[in-house]
Nanobody, 125 residues
Framework: QVQLVESGGGLVQAGGSLRLSCATS????????MGWFRQAPGKEREFVAG????????YYADSVKGRFTISRDNAKNTVYLQMNSLKPEDTAVYYC??????????????????WGQGTQVTVSS
């Protein structure tokens, strides 16, 4: 099974940028579509971005389109989330997610088979 470890979170001012990384274990990373989710205090966990196994296809929540970019490096077993033009409403714990079914880009919580431990992103106004 794939293990997921996020990094790159922190405190940033509105309009700033952060890049999250999710390092995975095992040589089968390239077999998995991957996703990022987030959960703000008092809110349900929500889909942010997803990427196919090859990286050719990407998907975004409407709230982050044009500001966030998901990418992957299969040689490094790592998936990234570049976040630009950050807003206070982006404040949340961000989770890397591997799907239950390797081909399916996870866009719903029910489609996720494994979560990372999460990394906090705080955007100040």
């Amino acid at each position: 099974q794939v293990q997921l470890v996020e990094s790159g979170g922190g405190l940033v001012q509105a309009g700033g940028s952060l890049r999250l990384s999710c390092a995975t274990s095992g040589s089968i990373f390239s077999m998995y579509a991957m996703g990022w989710f987030r959960q703000a205090p008092g809110k349900e966990r929500e889909f942010v971005a997803g990427i196919s196994r090859s990286g050719d296809s990407t998907y975004y929540a409407d709230s982050v389109k044009g500001r966030f970019t998901i990418s992957r490096d299969n040689a490094k077993n790592t998936v990234y989330l570049q976040m630009n033009s950050l807003k206070p409403e982006d404040t949340a714990v961000y989770y890397c997610a591997a799907p239950r079914r390797t081909l399916v880009v996870p866009q719903r919580v029910e489609e996720v088979g494994r979560w990372g431990q999460g990394t906090q992103v705080t955007v100040s106004s």
